[in-house]
């Protein structure tokens, strides 16, 4: 079977299954029946408009991909769609994956979100670094609709983009505001820093407790993006 035909298999409303909903201590449930197994979604409101959401089958977080999964990505949607006429003020879903081998199954999953609400996907570099989403993502990866039509900067994000869903850092001297700051896309933060350490003239020798490494950019110093991150040779 074709990707495409995966996908549009995997979003079928037909394979949608009835919800049950339920306002708990936690926030909101949507419940569903997928075999013998109970599908939760559920929708926190983080602060005004901005909505967590976060999915699960008999408590577990993980899909399987044993002839479950098209009514479950199935039902979320509808899920989705219920909640945002339940509450029109809702403007912001966020919604996270731990794994990045994950990435272009919530990709696909946002994208449809978006289109059948008529909303449209934050590009990932946005999601990485913009407070309003950070303080909201609860696993590795964010992925974020957002209500409105995607202004010019965000166009190129409504086209599939999972081979983008990387750690985005910032990496820079925590005493010396005079030098650059340097963005590298994947790695974890430390391995960003000793990439930035022993690939820019500016932090050679550098001492690592001299360095940081964070998601939000620095306002008020030079960026430069040195891309992807790259394992370096042991003689580095």
Same mark, same amino acid.
């Given at each position: 079977?074709?990707?495409?035909?995966? &996908?549009?298999?995997?979003?079928?409303?037909k394979?949608?299954?009835?919800?049950?909903?339920?306002?708990?201590f936690?926030?909101?449930?949507?419940?569903?029946?997928i075999?013998?197994? =109970?599908?939760?979604v559920?929708?926190?409101?983080?602060?005004?408009?901005?909505?967590?959401? =976060?999915?699960n089958?008999? *408590?577990?977080?993980?899909v399987?991909?044993q002839?479950? =999964? *098209?009514?479950?990505?199935?039902?979320?949607?509808?899920?989705v769609t219920?909640?945002?006429?339940?509450?029109?003020d809702? /403007?912001?879903?966020?919604?996270?994956?731990? @794994?990045?081998s994950?990435?272009?199954?919530?990709d696909?999953?946002?994208?449809?979100?978006?289109?059948? &609400?008529?909303?449209?996907?934050?590009?990932?570099?946005?999601?990485?670094?913009?407070?309003?989403? /950070?303080?909201?993502?609860?696993?590795?990866?964010?992925?974020?609709?957002?209500?409105?039509?995607?202004? @010019?900067?965000?166009q190129a994000?409504?086209k599939?983009?999972?081979?983008?869903?990387k750690?985005?850092?910032?990496?820079?001297?925590? +005493?010396?505001? =005079?030098?650059?700051?340097?963005?590298?896309?994947g790695?974890?933060?430390? +391995?960003?820093?000793?990439?930035?350490?022993?690939?820019?003239? +500016?932090?050679?020798?550098?001492?690592?407790?001299?360095m940081?490494? /964070?998601?939000?950019?620095?306002?008020?110093?030079?960026?430069?993006?040195?891309?992807?991150?790259? /394992?370096?040779?042991?003689?580095s």
């Amino acid at each position: 079977m074709r990707a495409n035909e995966f &996908l549009s298999e995997l979003f079928d409303p037909k394979r949608a299954v009835p919800l049950e909903w339920s306002t708990e201590f936690d926030g909101e449930h949507a419940y569903g029946q997928i075999g013998e197994k =109970t599908l939760d979604v559920h929708f926190v409101q983080d602060r005004q408009g901005v909505v967590i959401l =976060t999915f699960n089958v008999d *408590n577990s977080f993980q899909v399987t991909g044993q002839g479950d =999964t *098209n009514s479950i990505f199935s039902t979320v949607i509808h899920a989705v769609t219920h909640y945002v006429h339940k509450h029109p003020d809702a /403007t912001i879903f966020v919604f996270t994956a731990n @794994e990045q081998s994950r990435a272009r199954m919530y990709d696909a999953l946002a994208k449809r979100v978006s289109n059948q &609400l008529g909303w449209h996907v934050v590009p990932h570099d946005e999601v990485m670094n913009d407070p309003k989403y /950070t303080d909201a993502r609860q696993g590795s990866y964010a992925f974020v609709v957002e209500k409105g039509v995607a202004p @010019e900067h965000r166009q190129a994000a409504q086209k599939p983009q999972h081979e983008k869903f990387k750690d985005i850092w910032y990496v820079g001297s925590m +005493e010396d505001k =005079t030098l650059p700051v340097f963005k590298v896309s994947g790695g974890k933060g430390w +391995e960003a820093e000793h990439f930035v350490m022993h690939t820019r003239p +500016e932090y050679k020798d550098f001492h690592p407790m001299g360095m940081y490494s /964070t998601h939000t950019a620095p306002k008020g110093q030079k960026i430069i993006d040195l891309g992807d991150y790259k /394992t370096l040779s042991k003689a580095s």
